[in-house]
């Protein structure tokens, strides 16, 4: 498994171990400092880690008991720990062992649990926690009372879903039309985008999206300045 993410990678061996490399300023690597590492350092001596998102100057990642941890910079609340701390080596959210996929932005995190409900927390200046406010969360809330989440992928200040049904939905951040709605409104809880129910991936960018259906053809919105949509435009 692997992650970028701002000025630092992340990446999960087969073994379980957990690795990072790049800028560590804030803690993000997880080594009880604030050194850089131009070569991969591995994160404790633990060999149960599942899936791993880096953000911008932090990282989230889920164990194979379902447990959630994250480090690095905790300024709007996004390491979940009930504070805005910065910390520098893995901390446990809470204490539930149902978490199952993990997606980390700029400065919010979101969560998706084995029952299939959805979390997010951290900053919510765009709605981009997808709760139907813009406070600011340091707590996992939980976004709507649906149980068919299945992948979540965060944009920069926004988050792109996809629920069992093949739906794909889109909050947060809407400028340059990243959220898919034909328009550059912010949205505070999720939108459908389009009807289809055929989307099986989906990754966030800057103001972007990037989709996969199940006919396998890729498609993409929002934000294309430096040729991001990939249109040749």
């Known amino acids: 498994k692997l992650s970028a993410g701002y000025e630092f990678s992340m990446a999960i061996k087969t073994d379980g171990t957990l690795w990072g490399t790049g800028k560590n300023t804030i803690g993000q690597l997880a080594q009880g400092n604030t050194t850089s590492y131009s070569s991969p350092v591995q994160v404790g001596a633990y060999t ?71 979390w997010a927390w951290g900053q919510n200046t765009q709605g981009q926690l997808g709760d139907g406010t813009t406070t600011e969360r340091s707590s996992p809330v939980q976004v709507g009372a649906l149980t068919t989440w299945l992948s979540v992928a ?53 103001r972007s999206m990037v989709m996969l259906k199940t006919d396998g053809t890729l498609w993409t919105v929002g934000y294309g300045e430096y040729g991001e949509i990939g249109n040749g435009a």
Do not use: M
């Not at 446990?92 to 409900?117: C, F, M, N, P, R």
């Not at 069992?164 to 809407?174: E, M, S």
């Not at 034909?182 to 099986?200: H, I, M």
């Open 48 to 118: 149960d880690w599942l899936k791993v998102a880096a953000g911008s100057y932090f990282f989230a990642s889920v164990k194979t008991d379902g447990t959630l941890w994250t480090s690095g910079s905790g300024g709007n609340g996004q390491l979940g720990h009930g504070n805005r701390s910065d910390i520098s080596s893995p901390v446990q959210v809470g204490a539930l062992t149902d978490w199952l996929e993990v997606s980390a932005g700029y400065k919010h995190t979101v969560s998706i649990k084995t029952d299939g409900t959805l």
């Open 154 to 206: 965060c944009q920069y200040q926004g988050v792109g879903a996809i629920k069992t049904d093949g739906t794909l939905w889109a909050w947060g951040d809407g400028a340059d039309g990243g959220l898919g709605q034909n328009n550059e409104t912010d949205y505070s809880s999720p939108v459908q985008v389009g009807a289809l129910t055929t989307w099986s991936k989906v990754s966030g960018g800057r």
